[in-house]
């Protein structure tokens, strides 16, 4: 046991050395991507060292209970386990620190006041070894403690903003003076984006705490294009396949509601003006609508009932279901569910210990069935209710009447009919409900206001009668297609008609042409595609490039080494057939090159005949990535045969363009070839229409592709 004992002692004094010496010259450290996964187990290891250390402070308080011996073997061994645990800890967390998620000055007090901890820790451990003065181990544990407490503050303010402690008592601005911002879009950002953009904690380098600092967006860029939300990156990245590594929020967190993304594209579509006030929207307004719907009750309501504890709510909180007071300090909740394959009927159950508490429950898009909504009658204080296309019929409806404090029901999207509304309507004292998309005819609506004069019924969404743009065509199949894979294109608009060419023309009636089923492609494409429809604007045309899997070589090197800060997983990014984000550049999808060269051997075992040669880079002038100067393919049957084959001068812009991936397409001598080289060099100078004007340009390249 003494041996281990002074194994462990020596193991903790050499990485604390190793910790002081990455902290010294950290500005000069690069890490592994291995140990960025390291670096995220710092949030679940902090919790050891807090408790080691807390309980060896405890046991000083009580060692008068406990015989000497049995006491000294316990302290010391508790002394051991924090010491080894505040390393450990300490270490990922400067791991986690050089992740790029984090402001260097705003981590600073809790990366050091943690090594504090951690080298007191180990202090404390040597002094108890040694069997120092008992009053010095006194003055070391209520030191370590108090640095504890400054490390724990730091850190949580780190996670959870400023003011997350005093936030529930904070004077709340009336709604009726508030800005649209401050009313319904910061309460979207706060539970679903702040935990990750805030001033200490700032993923991708963009803040979204502070209306400025969002304003001048990320590390990549702005983070919303006004008037133009199908072009914004953060609603692009919203719209993103759950399980996609660029989906936001990321996959195990609560998601964002239909209804959320929709008031954010709409703040979005009217300019996202943080100044403008609610009083000062037209109350037909489609913004003002779709920011109502997010306020059903009142902040004046008051409630008999008591708050639910804080720790019961954590539980409750799922990937798939987000609770939370209604707004803060009131003991009413509300009840958010996401993703429908993940829902069944104990995910509603799961919050009967609650019911007497929930007001408002959203289950737009949920797979209901009659048993379900038995269910719902159970929660006899719910006052708002969302049911769109849950696939509720007419037989579910009765049971809802045993709600009787609900003031607003959403039906929309459902086969519910005109009689069964009628029953509901007379049995309960409704203020809105919404029955657009339903089996409710427009004459039936029309009569449903007059019989129920003092509910109000929302039977289309918006009634702004002005022309409308479509949205542009969703692209099905992203990413890298698989040899005969076909381009699948559609559009949520029935009878849209979409366009599309592939040689870089407008996909207009004279060029284009009409998508009438999947887009047969051998190799890379650029797809441009729009939709129109009778009585709607046709849409912003869709650019997009189609990068079509190839012949994949048996083996890439690199000749020249990429830059330091952009090496992306070495040689093998070129053939994994992953592509890369424009605005994400430190993703392990991309080699980016500035000083020297690119540079890079393909092997082709047996020989392959290869006819074109495909390179893949990224266009980002703001971020100064430029298209490669010249590339040139070397080929022969062997490293030391190669031969020129051909060089291409790569036309460079004239101006500023949209950030995409794009390629530069070569074609090769029609032969066999066991080994290709191709060389890309980075643009020397920026042009002068660039703001970096003469400065050398980045030439960052994600994939090869062969045909």
């Given at each position: 046991m003494k041996r281990t004992t002074s194994v462990l002692v020596n193991g903790i004094f050499f990485l604390h050395v190793l910790l002081l010496f990455l902290v010294v010259f950290e500005d000069r450290v690069q890490l592994p991507i291995g140990l960025h996964v390291v670096g995220r187990m710092h949030v679940l290891l902090l919790h050891l060292p807090i408790g080691f250390i807390c309980f060896a402070v405890l046991?000083?308080?009580?060692?008068?209970?406990?015989?000497?011996?049995?006491?000294?073997?316990?302290?010391?061994?508790?002394?051991?386990?924090?010491?080894?645990?505040?390393?450990?800890?300490?270490?990922?967390?400067?791991?986690?620190?050089?992740?790029?998620?984090?402001?260097?000055?705003?981590?600073?007090?809790?990366?050091?006041?943690?090594?504090?901890?951690?080298?007191?820790?180990?202090?404390?451990?040597?002094?108890?070894?040694?069997?120092?003065?008992?009053?010095?181990?006194?003055?070391?544990?209520?030191?370590?403690?108090?640095?504890?407490?400054?490390?724990?503050?730091?850190?949580?303010?780190?996670?959870?903003?400023?003011?997350?402690?005093?936030?529930?008592?904070?004077?709340?601005?009336?709604?009726?003076?508030?800005?649209?911002?401050?009313?319904?879009?910061?309460?979207?950002?706060?539970k679903k984006c702040f935990s990750c953009h805030n001033e200490s904690k700032a993923k991708g380098k963009l803040v979204m705490t502070s209306p400025e600092r969002f304003r001048q967006g990320g590390e990549q860029g702005k983070a919303w294009i006004a008037g133009n939300p199908d072009s914004s990156r953060m609603i692009q990245y919203i719209h993103l396949p759950t399980d996609h590594d660029h989906h936001m929020p990321p996959e195990g967190k609560p998601q964002l509601t239909e209804a959320e993304v929709l008031l954010l594209e709409a703040w979005i579509r009217s300019g996202a003006n943080f100044q403008l006030r609610w009083t000062e929207l037209p109350e037909t307004d489609s913004l003002r609508r779709l920011a109502e719907a997010t306020f059903t009750i009142k902040k004046t309501t008051t409630y008999s009932f008591d708050e639910v504890p804080a720790e019961v709510i954590a539980k409750l909180n799922t990937p798939y279901c987000s609770v939370f007071p209604l707004y803060q300090g009131s003991p009413a909740l509300q009840a958010d569910f996401f993703l429908p394959e993940s829902f069944d009927r104990n995910s509603l159950a799961a919050l009967r210990p609650i019911r007497e508490q929930l007001v408002v429950m959203n289950l737009n898009k949920m797979p209901l069935s009659g048993e379900d909504v038995t269910l719902l009658s159970q929660f006899e204080n719910l006052e708002s209710l969302n049911l769109n296309m849950t696939g509720i019929t007419d037989v579910a409806l009765p049971s809802l009447a045993a709600l009787s404090k609900l003031k607003s029901l959403a039906l929309s999207g459902n086969p519910v009919s005109h009689d069964a509304v009628v029953q509901l309507l007379a049995s309960l004292n409704l203020t809105k409900i919404y029955l657009w998309n339903t089996a409710v005819t427009q004459s039936e609506a029309t009569t449903l206001c007059q019989q129920f004069p003092d509910t109000e019924i929302v039977h289309v969404l918006f009634t702004d009668q002005t022309t409308q743009v479509l949205s542009k065509p969703i692209l099905v199949n992203e990413g890298v297609l698989k040899p005969g894979e076909e381009i699948q294109l559609k559009h949520p608009m029935p009878g849209a008609v979409i366009r599309y060419s592939l040689d870089g023309s407008e996909p207009d009636s004279i060029q284009g042409y009409e998508y009438q089923a999947p887009i047969p492609v051998q190799e890379s494409v650029v797809l441009k595609s729009r939709a129109c429809r009778e009585g709607w604007y046709c849409s912003p045309v869709l650019e997009t490039t189609i990068f079509v899997a190839g012949i994949k070589p048996t083996q890439a090197t690199l000749l020249t080494a990429p830059d330091k800060k952009y090496r992306g997983e070495g040689a093998s990014s070129l053939i994994d057939g992953r592509k890369g984000f424009t605005d994400i550049l430190n993703e392990p999808s991309w080699l980016g090159y500035r000083e020297n060269p690119f540079e890079a051997m393909l092997e082709f075992k047996p020989a392959a005949e290869i006819k074109k040669v495909v390179l893949s880079y990224a266009n980002n002038h703001g971020s100064y990535l430029m298209p490669p100067a010249t590339v040139e393919v070397w080929a022969g049957s062997g490293p030391e045969k190669l031969k020129l084959i051909t060089t291409k001068k790569v036309d460079q812009p004239s101006g500023y363009e949209m950030q995409r991936l794009k390629f530069v397409s070569l074609d090769l001598q029609p032969g066999t070839y066991g080994y290709i080289k191709v060389v890309a060099r980075p643009v020397a100078r920026l042009p002068e229409w660039h703001s970096g004007k003469g400065q050398k340009g980045w030439l960052f390249i994600d994939e090869l592709f062969f045909y």
């Open positions: 046991a000083l308080f009580i060692q008068h209970q406990f015989k000497s011996k049995p006491f000294q073997r316990l302290f010391h061994f508790t002394l051991l386990l924090a010491s080894l645990s505040a390393m450990v800890t300490a270490m990922a967390g400067f791991f986690l620190a050089h992740s790029g998620d984090y402001d260097a000055e705003q981590i600073q007090l809790h990366q050091r006041s943690g090594l504090a901890v951690s080298l007191l820790a180990y202090g404390l451990l040597l002094i108890n070894t040694y069997q120092v003065q008992q009053n010095l181990i006194r003055l070391g544990s209520g030191v370590t403690f108090i640095l504890l407490l400054v490390a724990g503050h730091s850190g949580a303010t780190l996670t959870h903003g400023e003011n997350f402690i005093w936030e529930p008592v904070r004077k709340q601005e009336p709604l009726t003076a508030a800005t649209v911002y401050q009313a319904a879009i910061e309460p979207v950002l706060e």
